[in-house]
């Protein structure tokens, strides 16, 4: 009877804390403000430490990026946040790594991608070729302007921005 009893709990259990719905919103102009300025954290920002702690207590949240070619998602990766230990070493980040498969893009593409600097063309021993980048910097703060996101790749790749909550 106990083993029924405990089996029975353990499934319960499962269903109910596996049935949770994740939500995704995409991110509009000040959510990317707020996460900039909350994963940017540098040993010289004006920000009070009190305000990027009590911002390490929404890690429950995840932020992700997908890259778009004519609307089709052909990447999806996330972006770093900040604990507690690491809030006064932000600076790297904001840059992320991927990698975009070469046969995906048609010839006007190619050649955009070939032309930015950030992005460079490898060949594995196989033969198959990627367009990869190991330090791709999603935004940028210019104190005159404010933020800057580098939000485009070429005039047929661009990025979108979400985050995924608990509903």
Same mark, same amino acid.
């Given at each position: 009877?106990?083993?029924?009893?405990?089996?029975?709990?353990?499934?319960? =259990?499962?269903?109910?804390?596996?049935?949770?719905?994740?939500? *995704?919103?995409?991110?509009?102009?000040?959510?990317?403000?707020?996460?900039?300025?909350?994963?940017?954290?540098?040993? =010289?920002? *004006?920000?009070?430490?009190?305000?990027?702690?009590?911002?390490?207590?929404?890690?429950?949240?995840?932020?992700?990026?997908?890259?778009?070619?004519?609307?089709?998602?052909?990447?999806?990766?996330?972006?770093?946040?900040?604990?507690?230990?690491?809030?006064?070493?932000?600076?790297?980040?904001?840059?992320?790594?991927?990698?975009?498969?070469?046969?995906?893009?048609?010839?006007?593409?190619?050649?955009?991608?070939?032309?930015?600097?950030?992005?460079?063309?490898?060949?594995?021993?196989?033969?198959?070729?990627?367009?990869?980048?190991?330090?791709?910097?999603?935004?940028?703060?210019?104190?005159?302007?404010?933020?800057?996101?580098?939000?485009?790749? =070429?005039? *047929?790749?661009?990025?979108?921005?979400?985050?995924?909550?608990?509903?």
């Amino acid at each position: 009877m106990k083993k029924i009893i405990l089996t029975i709990s353990l499934l319960a =259990s499962f269903l109910f804390t596996n049935g949770q719905d994740i939500e *995704k919103t995409e991110l509009n102009i000040e959510d990317l403000e707020y996460l900039q300025k909350n994963i940017n954290k540098g040993w =010289s920002s *004006k920000e009070p430490d009190e305000t990027l702690i009590n911002s390490t207590k929404n890690n429950l949240i995840t932020y992700q990026f997908e890259i778009v070619y004519n609307d089709t998602v052909v990447y999806r990766g996330n972006i770093d946040k900040p604990s507690y230990g690491q809030i006064t070493m932000g600076i790297y980040r904001t840059r992320v790594q991927f990698c975009l498969e070469y046969d995906v893009f048609d010839a006007e593409t190619k050649l955009e991608l070939a032309e930015n600097k950030k992005i460079k063309l490898i060949t594995t021993e196989s033969g198959n070729k990627y367009y990869y980048t190991d330090f791709y910097e999603l935004f940028e703060m210019d104190y005159k302007k404010g933020l800057i996101v580098n939000d485009r790749l =070429s005039s *047929k790749i661009h990025f979108k921005f979400y985050k995924l909550t608990e509903k």
